[in-house]
């Protein structure tokens, strides 16, 4: 059984990751894209974000006048105000830099700073383009949903190990998640099992 303390200490370090995102948006970088290809997933809900930030700093002004007669009150009101407005900013932060990363051997599939999953592309027996806007769970799948929408489809002929934002293991056979560009991501995941299936059909140079 998973302690308080360890509990805690996952959050934590979820919230460390949002701010290190924050801070590679300001610097306009990535995190750990190196020579892979990039696959972006936050446009749809980007807006959505600003949305609620906007809604937080609302919220944090129309507090502050109410209470401006409670002023220690209004102090700690106003920090967690202000503390909420950076999380949210910092989830879509993480959006961006942490895209979906393609290589030759692997896809690396994630969700902000709370989902990072990396599948052999030797895995993956099929993938398809697939707009899905409900979604039931379901054992041994996972589904990494922008808003309400997925539009790729990830079929496993083995299973791989999710760990969940809290650690602990699910063992998926099926990932649905979204993409900006889904029919560019299938396209490229097609043509990465290709080239994988006949590297493996080279014979070996005799002896």
Known sequence: MRTTATLAAALVRHELRLFVSLLLW???????????RAFGYARGEGPLMFGLAFVCVIESVTMSVLLRDLPVVHRVVLVLDVYTVVLVVGMHAANVVRPHVLDEDSLRIRRAAHVDLRIPIEHIACVRRELRVTH????????????????????????????????????????????????????????????LSRTDQVPDPPG
Do not use: C, N, W, Y
């Open 136 to 195: 039931q769970r379901a054992d041994g799948e996972l589904g990494l949903a922008m808003g309400t929408r997925t539009t790729v489809t990830l079929e496993l002929d083995r299973p791989v190990v999710h760990f969940t934002l809290l650690g602990r293991p699910k063992v998926v056979h099926l990932v649905r998640f979204h993409a900006d560009e889904p029919g560019e991501l299938v396209h490229a995941i097609t043509r990465a099992r290709s080239a």
């Open 26 to 36: 300001l610097g306009r970088r990535t995190h750990q894209v190196r020579h892979g």
